[in-house]
Structure formats: C-alpha cells, structure tokens
C-alpha cells in the first residue's frame, strides 16, 4: 500500500475569525493558492488516491477537499474520520485502514505532531523516535510492507510544500 500523510495547509490563526475554536480554524486565502499548487505537484509525480481519510477539523477537511479537487478524483473519496484529530492514537486509525482491504493508495490527512509520530512508528516502530516534522502542506510517502501484526514500511520521500509547488511549475 502507497501510504501519504499529509499535513493541513497553512490556516487562520487562533482566535480571529474562528472564535478562538481550534475546530473552526479555516484555511487563509494563501493556504488554498498553495495548497492547490502542491496538488499539482503530486499530480504531476502521478500521484492518485482511492481514499482520503482527514481529520474532521475544518483546516484538514479543506485540504483534502482541494487534493481532489485539483487531482480530478471525486469528493467521495473523503471520509472524515476522528481517528485523525488532534491527539488520537493511532491503533484505531489502523483498525479503520483495515475496513478497506482493496486500498493500494491511501491519503491521510491531521495535525503535527501526530502525523511526524505515525510516519516515525511505521517506519521505525515507535512514535517519536524520528525527528519528524512535516511543514504544511508537506507530504511524506511511506510504502506499507506489512499490516499484520502492525503497520510497518518504508519512507520512500518526503517533500516539502516549496518543493511541490517547484514541480507542478516544471
């Protein structure tokens, strides 16, 4: 299985037009323009998806709604999922992977720190044991070798959101 985290794009900061929620917080206008031309970047490495599991806050949610978008795949391949929030660990998240036995290529979508822990414990074996932090709108591709008894496999690139954007202009 194609394995990509990938971390929200950037988003209001706390407290202004989201009323001091960490829930609400939206993308800004320059979240979406970049977030759009790193989706082009994953397009053009022939980049698809068969289902992206988010985060339900909105910053994750409108992330995953412009990858489609800009990747031409439907909206029904997101499926919100709390597995993802803020804090969740991450056995349930796998235990959710394992209900779509048919995805070769999954895109997940969260929050630091958690997303540098899961690509830490399935390439490592345990969370944190990587210093990893994925920028925003950065996207880290691990190759799953083994499901069972735990998710294990190797990175095979990591990409930060500049470098996206430099492909899709390429």
Known sequence: MLFYIIRHAIAEP???????????RALTPVGRERMQRIAKGLRRLAVEFDLVLTSPLVRAVETAEILVAE???SRDLIKQTETLAPGASFEPLFEE??????????????????LGDLVSLLVVGQPGALALELKKGGVCLVKIERTIPSFRGR??????????RLIAKA
Not at 155 to 164: H, N, T, V
């Open 155 to 164: 990175m095979a690139w990591l990409l930060a959101p500049k470098q996206l």
């Open 71 to 73: 990747m031409g795949a």
């Open 97 to 114: 992977i394992r209900r779509y036995p048919d995805v070769e290529s999954l895109a997940v979508v969260g929050h630091q720190p958690g």
């Open 14 to 24: 706390l407290g202004e037009a989201n009323a001091f929620s960490d829930e609400r």
